[in-house]
């Protein structure tokens, strides 16, 4: 009988699956931190006969050829796919038997134009059978269709409806489990997320299905694509190497003198730390980017690629915790880390700096010159931008302020985004660049309720 095992990467957005019968496993679109799926084949006693691989991923670093060579164990992937490394080619209609599953290969193009999806079932019919969908069919919408040429999104996009829909002619009862749509950039669309759903449920809400206009379906998903990190750029020739084991042993230690040497040569050095915490003192040109589910994303977006990294975290679990989320996006190796207070990592009390941190509430109890003089900093994406702003506010996206710190104003600046995570990197850029700072750490929509917007 199938039984779907679901391996969460909640900060990049992202789901692997194992799929088994109890005795052998497939796997489909492992992240590069294969430790995890390794645990769960040792823990259930399965033995992994296939690795699938339904795309060449844009938004992260594949485990799949180091697992399938390491398991001993077929790698399905794409014929059309120019890879460097040996797999199992496969094309549309193929089929596979691993142990009582039974793998049938669905030519699904739109995220990408090799994109596959793999209905597996038992062989025996003892269950209804699942249809893992990668970057093609979402929960609630569907992959993204500007990653592989902006200028073939519309082309894309409408072969991305026509794979939904061929998806959707599925016997209801089948089960879909899509590798995005749970907050990666590669989704598109009114992606709902959720712990499960049904190709008949699919059918109900999607926004690929409840359509059968072509024409609007792609007008609106064209209309709705927003920014994508900028490390997106890497993954996929990367991807098509086939990439080797991570590395996860501790970086170099680094010192208080050569900290302060790496960052008077304005060398990135990331303080892994709370955003209050870092806001409240740290060591002065540090940049930071507090450790959570979208460190990796905003760390691969906004530093230059391939640019000399330095962590500083206040425990070694810390920094472990920021490779593993590093490497999976091929930043492999930081060049070094430092542990501990800040204070301790300081070589002498002038490198330590800091900065306000106020509310809405704080920027409505300005008036007159104080509140004139000052420059508030929307740091959120454009299409966040257009459902609404702070009267007078300066808009400059994150993704962008790093090219584009010349063009903020020299004076006090007050800067927000959506919930503070965004504005707090923004906030720390700004004071490396010399900028007298404020970061509002709040919810925006607290401005709207104040009457700022």
Known sequence: MLQVEVLETSELGDRSYVAHDGATAIVVDPQRDIDRVEQVLADRGLRCGAVLETHIHNDYVTGGAELARRAGADYLVSADDPVRFERVPVRDGDEREYGGLRVTVLHTPGHTDTHLSYLVEDTAGADTGAVFTGGSLLYGSVGRTDLVDPRRTEELTRAQFRSARRLGDLPGEVQVFPTHGFGSFCSSGAASGGESSTVAEERARNDALTTTDEDAFVENLIANLTAYPAYYAHMAPRNL????????????????????????????????????????????????????????????WLMPWGAPLTLIGETAEQVTTAQRQLARIGIDRPDGAAVGSVDDLAEDPGQLGSYDIARFED????????????????????????????RGSVHIPIHELVDRLDEVPDRPVWVHCATGFRASIAASLLARAGHDVTLLNDDYERAGELGLT
């Open 241 to 300: 190497q086939g990439p080797g084991p991570m590395d996860l042993s501790a970086p170099t230690a680094v010192d208080p003198t050569q900290l302060r040497k790496r960052i008077e040569a304005e060398e990135w050095v990331v303080d892994l730390r709370d955003r209050t915490a870092y806001a409240g003192r740290h060591l002065v040109g540090s940049v930071g980017l507090e450790l959570g589910e979208q460190f990796s994303t905003y760390v691969g």
């Open 363 to 390: 920027l409505v109890r300005l008036d007159g010159p104080e509140r004139n003089g000052l420059v508030v900093l929307d740091t959120r994406r454009e299409d966040e931008r257009r459902e609404g702003s702070v």
